[in-house]
């Protein structure tokens, strides 16, 4: 692993750039670290699939998303850096004032595998 400093991203058709906040860490994270994981991505990449964050840049074809919106994002990589590249069709939701960034960092992968249980 290496920590290199890169240009900014730049959203195509139908993406959006975001400023990652809080990034969540999950079992298929390490398991593709490992190796160990059903989808192997090509060398070099950036690891994180779950994170929130604030739109940079929004694509052409991109007609909900806005700049400045706050937003929780599902991407299979990109989420440990300080911009992810996501769809801003399928894998972006917008975040009401009241949920915090850490909170909504999960709620796209983990939460849906996750159980409360107290009340």
């Known amino acids: ?31 593709v670290i490992q190796n160990k994981y059903q989808m ?3 060398l070099p990449f950036t690891l994180g699939s779950e994170f929130a964050g604030v739109v940079r840049a929004v694509g052409p074809d991109v007609k909900w ?4 919106m706050r937003v929780a994002a599902y991407t299979a990589q990109g989420a440990f850096a300080e911009q ?3 769809s801003g069709q ?3 939701m917008a975040l009401p004032e009241d949920i915090d960034f850490a909170s909504a960092a999960v709620i796209t ?3 849906g595998t996750a159980r409360r249980t107290t009340p």
Not at 65 to 68: A, E, H, N, P, V
């Open 65 to 68: 998303l806005k700049i400045g």
């Open 40 to 42: 192997k991505p090509e």
């Open 84 to 86: 992810a590249l996501a």
């Open 109 to 111: 992968l983990a939460y």
């Open 90 to 92: 399928h894998a972006c």
């Open 1 to 31: 692993m290496s920590w290199k400093t890169l240009l900014d991203l730049q959203p195509g058709a139908g993406q959006v750039v975001i400023d990652v906040r809080p990034a969540s860490v999950n079992f298929p994270d390490v398991l």
